[in-house]
């Protein structure tokens, strides 16, 4: 079954250090995953997504993510937090191997709150 | 750019109401979803659709039911409404082909408080 971990509640970082919010996937075929952003009361805006070839992936906002096949992860990171990065991000998987009626579900983790304080 | 729309931000509802809550895609997205959010549970998915008049049960199914009559539109349905119903709702929409791509475009979500 696919599932999706994100093992922090809460990640805190100064303004101008990197960020990163992690994430591990399990799925049976090969993974596609995504990294979503959500700001107070409002819904999930898309960042990145990863389907194939080169393992950073790039996004919006200046975030990227890093694929890592044999951990089973997939990073998302910013070289400089700003104070406005500060929202509730959320991972998600979607199985190769999925068919039917069960295509395009995605597989959410709990969501990680990152704080970037000035 | 992609659209979603939910129509209403915010609804107080009694106990034992029926409750409609509204979705609108402007994407020709074959799939709509509906999920509900709750703090330190995530996104749990209650309903999904692939395709007018075609629905899946997803985690949660339970108290809700779903309508999709149209493609660009898909309703949830809280036949009658509970307090632990209160939550936020979300709904979602994508491609169904692969070479389409599959992130979901989320609408701005509805707070609905079951008093």
């Known amino acids: 079954a696919q599932s999706v971990a994100q093992p922090e509640d809460q990640v805190n970082v100064a303004e101008g250090n990197p960020l990163t919010v992690k994430c591990t996937y399990s799925?049976?075929?090969?993974?596609?995953l995504f990294w979503y952003v959500q700001y107070p009361n409002r819904g999930l805006q898309f960042l990145l997504k990863?389907?194939?070839?080169?393992?950073l992936v790039k996004g919006s906002y200046g975030f990227e993510a890093e694929f890592n096949k044999s951990q089973t992860s997939f990073h998302l990171k910013k070289p400089s937090a700003l104070v406005s990065d500060s929202a509730l991000y959320f991972c998600?998987?979607?199985?190769?191997?999925?068919?039917?009626?069960?295509?395009?579900?995605?597989?959410f983790g709990r969501g990680t709150q990152l704080t970037v304080w000035p | 750019d992609v659209k979603v729309t939910q129509s209403s931000r915010y609804l107080v509802k009694r106990t034992g109401e029926k409750v409609f809550l509204e979705c609108v895609q402007d994407?020709?997205?074959?799939?709509m979803f509906w999920y509900r959010q709750d703090p330190g549970l995530g996104l749990r998915l209650i309903y999904f659709?692939?395709?007018?008049?075609?629905?899946e049960k997803g985690d949660i199914p339970e108290g809700y039911s779903v309508s999709r009559e149209k493609k660009e539109r898909f309703s949830l349905i809280l036949e009658s409404a509970s307090t632990n119903q209160t939550s936020m709702y979300l709904c979602?929409?994508?491609?169904?082909?692969?070479?389409?791509?599959?992130?979901?475009?989320f609408g701005p979500g509805t707070r609905l408080t079951v008093l």
């Open positions: 979602a929409s994508s491609f169904l082909l692969s070479g389409r791509g599959w992130e979901q475009f």
């Open positions: 799925v049976s075929g090969n993974p596609y």
């Open positions: 990863y389907i194939t070839g080169d393992n």
């Open positions: 998600a998987v979607r199985d190769s191997k999925g068919r039917g009626s069960t295509l395009g579900r995605l597989y």
């Open positions: 994407m020709d997205h074959e799939n």
């Open positions: 659709s692939y395709d007018v008049k075609m629905k």
